[in-house]
């Protein structure tokens, strides 16, 4: 079964604070992404990656940057948390063969 | 633009009432069509992908098909743990991007 890991389910940080969210994958994939989820405007693509140290703005980039070194783990930075940044935070996975995207169990991040 | 719009927002069944949830699609090519289930918190759920038109895939009491235009997944006598959020997605055949749909919450009454 492919497994996709988040580092935390929950998350409160202070406004101005650096925020690093993780995601692990046990399942090779080449392509990794980062999306939010808000009520009523659905999953919006932040950032995506299709291989290692490669990265590509999703619709939502502004506030983010990403992180891959390695093809297992992609990371999600924010640089300075903002209140319009709480939100329900999803990564998943997918391999190039069947494009069918794995998530993960998500990150609710509360900024105040 | 690249548009996929779900209906219902929400439906309400009884144990045992079969429906039919809608995903209407505009993409330029389409590279695959996406179902999944999501539980209140909880991450997406990979149910169906499906890639041509006249495809079909079924799953326990769900059954998934596709057209040109719209995707159709059919319940068939739902249970109460049936009761989630079914998201659709397409992918362009030109792009890695997945474009997702607001979903249709679905509630099973016992």
């Known amino acids: 079964d492919v497994k996709v890991t988040q580092s935390s389910r929950y998350l409160v940080k202070r406004t101005g604070e650096k925020v690093f969210l993780e995601c692990v994958q046990d399942?090779?994939?080449?392509?990794m992404f980062w999306y939010r989820q808000d009520p009523g405007l659905g999953l919006r693509l932040i950032y995506f990656?299709?291989?290692?140290?490669?990265?590509e703005k999703g619709d939502i980039p502004e506030g983010y940057s990403v992180s891959r070194e390695k093809k297992e783990r992609f990371s999600l930075i924010l640089e300075s948390a903002s209140t319009n940044q709480t939100s329900m935070y999803l990564c998943?996975?997918?391999?190039?063969?069947?494009?069918?995207?794995?998530f993960g169990p998500g990150t609710r991040l509360t900024v105040l | 633009e690249d548009q996929v719009t779900q209906s219902p927002e929400a439906l309400r069944l009884q144990e045992g009432e079969s429906s039919s949830l809608n995903c209407s699609y505009t993409?330029?090519?389409?590279?695959?069509l996406f179902w999944y289930r999501q539980d209140p918190g909880k991450g997406p759920e990979f149910l169906f992908t499906?890639?041509?038109a006249g495809e079909e895939k079924e799953k326990e009491r769900l059954k998934a098909t596709l057209t040109k235009k719209e995707s159709f997944l059919h319940i068939t006598a739902p249970k109460p743990e049936d009761s989630a959020t079914y998201l659709c997605?397409?992918?362009?055949?030109?792009?890695?991007?997945?474009?997702f749909g607001t979903g249709t919450r679905l509630k099973v009454l016992a």
């Open positions: 997605a397409v992918q362009a055949s030109r792009t890695y991007k997945y474009i």
């Open positions: 399942m090779d994939h080449e392509n």
């Open positions: 499906l890639y041509s």
């Open positions: 998943a996975s997918s391999s190039s063969d069947t494009d069918t995207q794995y």
């Open positions: 990656s299709y291989d290692v140290k490669m990265k």
């Open positions: 993409v330029s090519g389409l590279r695959g």
